[in-house]
């Protein structure tokens, strides 16, 4: 279920109340956190994803503490309607030019906050995707420090950093944050292998606990099958040219993967987008589906989903879903449903395979034969990777629990002051 303005209103209106007919309690300072690396309105739903849970462990660590609340987050440039709205959520848009200025809006409104969690929108502080990125990303976190601000690397792939010069930077960065939060065991371990000696809490992401509508129960009929494409990969990445190594044509993998499905009334074909971009082509799913269901008649294409609540909601209501956008196959894996990722980074076997999930099928090594036979298996144990979820759904769980405790620890020390 999307964010909305009731909820920050209950949380509000809680907390004044409460401190109105207390005459001995001093008032407290409403609590403003910034979210870094998170948006609002991103076409990237898995970004979306992320500050949609964020927002709401801040809001419910606030309420338990009877704190009021205001949230920052700092966007980066997008078109699309914000999908997150509610009292107390304020969006900040910042421009490449801000992340050098001291007057700009990123450095004016971190003034502003009592704590910042930088999550670097999951996997980009790294430099897979290009010195550039890394250096949007890092700008945030010095700007945090030189004004003296908590910063809390909030669970996310970590590296990898394969330029020294990069290494060095984000290893320094790292040890002056309160705390850094990793989602996986890999990126646990790389930072001990390029000399991280500070605190790290292994989490894992917090996208695990986005809201959604469940589906209505159902029997019978044909097996929902769903298949992200995804439009970045499609397309060679942003070099256009095969940029994350993926060992067979990706394209001719999403038509084998959509064969074994189309055309038989045991089941039904869904394309899936979850990065939605009318700006940027090359970053479209939306167009990527629509142009592999049109090879395939009978098959249905998602609609484009308002927000990634939606999309998730979508995705619950399927018996089996694989793709390689891996906030779209922890929307499956969340709400039960059995699920191949596809890797073209590490990132998807240290998620999955550091909460017990051994299904992951990375593009990278193996070809497209290997990846039918995973797949093939996996629909034939559908009830047996169900179970295997609600197992590891409880180290999901397990894992957030001890995040919350340190989020919540960061807040206690931003504690009452008199007004």
Same mark, same amino acid.
């Given at each position: 279920m999307s964010?909305?303005?009731?909820e920050g209103a209950a949380i509000g209106g809680g907390t004044a109340a409460k401190t109105a007919s207390t005459a001995t309690r001093a008032p407290e300072k409403t609590l403003t956190v910034g979210l870094v690396g998170h948006s609002t309105n991103s076409d990237n739903f898995g970004v979306g994803a992320l500050a949609a849970s964020q927002i709401d462990i801040l809001r419910r660590l606030a309420a338990r503490r009877g704190r009021a609340l205001k949230v920052i987050v700092f966007c980066w440039?997008?078109?699309?309607?914000?999908?997150?709205?509610?009292?107390?959520?304020?969006?900040v848009t910042v421009r490449g030019r801000d992340l050098v200025s001291p007057t700009g809006a990123l450095v004016r409104n971190l003034r502003r906050?009592?704590?910042?969690?930088?999550?670097?929108?999951?996997?980009?502080?790294?430099?897979?995707?290009?010195?550039?990125?890394?250096?949007?990303?890092?700008?945030?976190?010095l700007a945090t420090l030189a004004l003296r601000r908590p910063l809390i690397l909030a669970p996310q792939t970590i590296g990898p950093f394969r330029r020294g010069w990069v290494r060095r930077a984000a290893r320094t960065t790292m040890a002056l944050a309160t705390t850094v939060c990793t989602r996986d065991v890999a990126s646990t371990e790389y930072l001990r292998e390029i000399g991280y000696r500070g605190r790290?809490?292994?989490?894992?992401?917090?996208?695990?606990?986005?809201?959604?509508?469940?589906?209505?129960? +159902?029997?019978?009929?044909?097996? +929902?099958?769903?298949i992200n494409v995804s439009g970045l990969l499609l397309n060679g990445g942003y070099t256009r040219s095969n940029m994350f190594g993926i060992a067979d044509d990706y394209g001719a993998l999403m038509r084998a993967i959509a064969g074994e499905f189309a055309s038989r009334p045991d089941y039904e074909l869904h394309f899936v987008g979850h990065v939605l971009s009318e700006e940027q082509e090359i970053e479209d799913d939306y167009r990527a589906?629509?142009?592999?269901?049109?090879?395939f008649p009978g098959s249905i294409v998602a609609p484009r989903f308002g927000s990634p609540?939606?999309?998730?909601?979508y995705i619950a209501g399927l018996d089996f879903f694989t793709g390689a956008r891996m906030h779209a196959c922890i929307a499956a894996f969340s709400s039960g449903v059995p699920?191949?990722?596809?890797?073209?980074?590490?990132?998807?076997?240290?998620?999955?395979?550091?909460?017990?999930?051994?299904?992951?099928?990375?593009?990278?090594s193996m070809g497209t034969v290997e990846v039918l036979t995973r797949i093939r298996a996996a629909v034939a144990d559908l009830d047996g990777l169900r179970a295997q979820i609600e197992k590891d759904?409880?180290?999901?769980?397990?894992?957030l629990d001890h995040y919350e405790q340190i989020v919540d620890e960061a807040m206690a020390l931003r504690g009452p002051v008199t007004a």
């Open positions: 964010i909305t303005g009731t440039p997008d078109r699309r309607p914000h999908y997150i709205v509610g009292e107390g959520i304020e969006s906050c009592d704590l910042v969690l930088d999550i670097g929108a999951g996997d980009s502080f790294a430099d897979i995707y290009g010195v550039s990125r890394f250096l949007k990303v890092l700008a945030p976190k790290i809490v292994e989490a894992t992401d917090v996208a695990m606990r986005l809201g959604y509508d469940r589906p209505a129960a +159902r029997t019978g009929g044909p097996v +929902r099958v769903g589906c629509q142009k592999l269901a049109a090879e609540s939606e999309a998730k909601s699920v191949v990722p596809l890797a073209y980074s590490r990132k998807f076997e240290g998620l999955f395979s550091t909460l017990g999930y051994k299904e992951t099928a990375d593009l990278r759904l409880v180290e999901a769980n397990r894992r």
